[in-house]
């Protein structure tokens, strides 16, 4: 099974949603048109007698005015819809206190029900709860310049009740929609975030076959111009034995060469050993030059003898020291770091630290040089521990084993 099939499995509902949201021209598009539907119901409400509302109390420049303190608002909704929703409370409560006789109609139910909704729907929880406030307050404001809701009348306060009740029941359904937003735009950004980093993986799994290739291709070769040179000066006992020898090792060889092939991305050139070799324990310190030339202090230490490190293993821990310290360029900001390098005679342990910023920036799950490196220790059935320090910064700690260690079992998808 492809390894990214299980993620696109899981990405089928989340594309599926997002595609039936609105697109930006559209989504503006329906904020102008609310927009222009409140304006028009409030203006028809204004300049009418008793058509969708009740008489509109006021000056003539406030009836100019007021449809569009009311309705134009809406335009605002996805935008700034705070601002948007406290220029609406604003334009009534000025009409309420200018007259001291606030009006009701089908306008304002409008105009109320998608502001409240559209202020918890897209506003932060904070914003959202700030537009509460706001309601609460134009509310009391409203009701206390209302003559039916003070005339005491049991019917018109149970009507102000349900149209206090039906605000907030927008501005709830506009949290929840917020929130089911929300986890769906974090479910697919963590799917993503998955698909990259087993994409990552499997480029570092193709990275390390590819040095492996490079290291069999080398000790293979030396094997067969040692067998075809004892061949031609050996005995004739020994030339069967030889000869089998060499015919093993060069179609060792030519298999090798066809793995390294089926490995390469189509746009990688092939692979040149001669002029490439592969960096080890004992290039560590040009890297830690090269990283010093980019304005990042680090101390390196190294323990022991790195020249009877196997090849593969050599590799590895230079490869994991130098995706460390690209991670503390990357994202420690200002600071510096310390490479510790330990040769001993069962395993190699490798510590890398800075003292910066924190894996703040290492993106999810640890980052995709993280599940690099972590690849790397596994090759060998070592380990590989990260994390911030206490006194901050942050650490790389690998174990890579000398020995023979039996590959992890990899879960069959």
């Avoid at 499997?202 to 061949?231: C, F, K, T, W």
Wanted: net charge neutral; proline share 6%; hydrophobic share 50%.
């Amino acid at each position: 099974m492809n390894p990214g099939s299980r993620a696109g499995d899981a990405e089928q509902p989340l594309r599926a949603y997002f595609c039936g949201m609105k697109a930006p021209g559209r989504a503006l598009a329906l904020d102008l048109s609310l927009a222009l539907i409140g304006v028009v119901l409030t203006a028809v409400a204004v300049w009418s007698v008793n058509v969708i509302a009740t008489p509109f109390a006021g000056p003539t420049w406030l009836k100019v005015v007021w449809p569009l303190l009311i309705g134009a608002p809406l335009a605002l909704r996805r935008r700034a819809p705070l601002l948007g929703w406290t220029i609406i409370w604003a334009g009534i409560s000025l009409q309420a206190l200018i007259t001291g006789n606030s009006p009701e109609g089908l306008e304002l139910i409008f105009v109320m029900a998608v502001g409240s909704y559209s202020v918890a729907a897209y506003s932060t929880l904070r914003r959202a709860l700030a537009g509460l406030a706001v309601t609460a307050v134009g509310c009391l404001i409203y009701g206390q310049a209302n003559h039916d809701i003070m005339s005491g009348n049991t019917g018109n306060e149970w009507s102000a009740a349900f149209f206090a009740t039906a605000i907030l029941a927008a501005w709830l359904a506009g949290v929840f929609v917020r929130g089911r937003r929300e986890a769906v735009a974090q479910a697919a950004r963590t799917v993503a975030a998955e698909r990259q980093a087993e994409r990552a993986a499997a480029d570092e799994r193709a990275r390390m076959a590819r040095e492996l290739h490079d290291i069999v291709s080398h000790n293979l070769s030396v094997v067969v111009l040692q067998a075809a040179g004892a061949q031609a000066a050996g005995s004739s006992d020994a030339g069967p034995t030889l000869e089998k020898i060499e015919r093993s090792g060069r179609q060792a060889l030519v298999e090798m060469r066809r793995l390294l092939g089926v490995l390469r991305q189509p746009d990688e050139p092939a692979a040149r050993p001669e002029l490439s070799p592969q960096p080890g324990v004992a290039e560590l310190a040009a890297l830690v030059e090269g990283v010093r030339a980019a304005g990042l202090p680090v101390v390196l230490v190294i323990d022991g003898d790195p020249g009877r490190l196997p090849a593969a293993v050599d590799i590895s821990a230079y490869r994991i020291v130098q995706e460390a310290l690209t991670n503390v360029l990357k994202h420690a900001g200002q600071a510096s770091a310390q490479v510790s390098v330990r040769c001993g005679a069962d395993e190699v342990l490798i510590e890398v630290t800075d003292d910066g910023a924190g894996p703040q920036a290492a993106g999810p799950a640890g980052g995709h040089g993280l599940a690099g490196m972590r690849e790397r220790a596994a090759l060998f059935g070592g380990e590989l521990v990260t994390g911030p320090q206490p006194d901050g910064g942050f650490a790389v700690r690998a174990r890579l084993p000398l020995g023979e260690q039996p590959l992890p079992a990899r879960p069959v998808k």
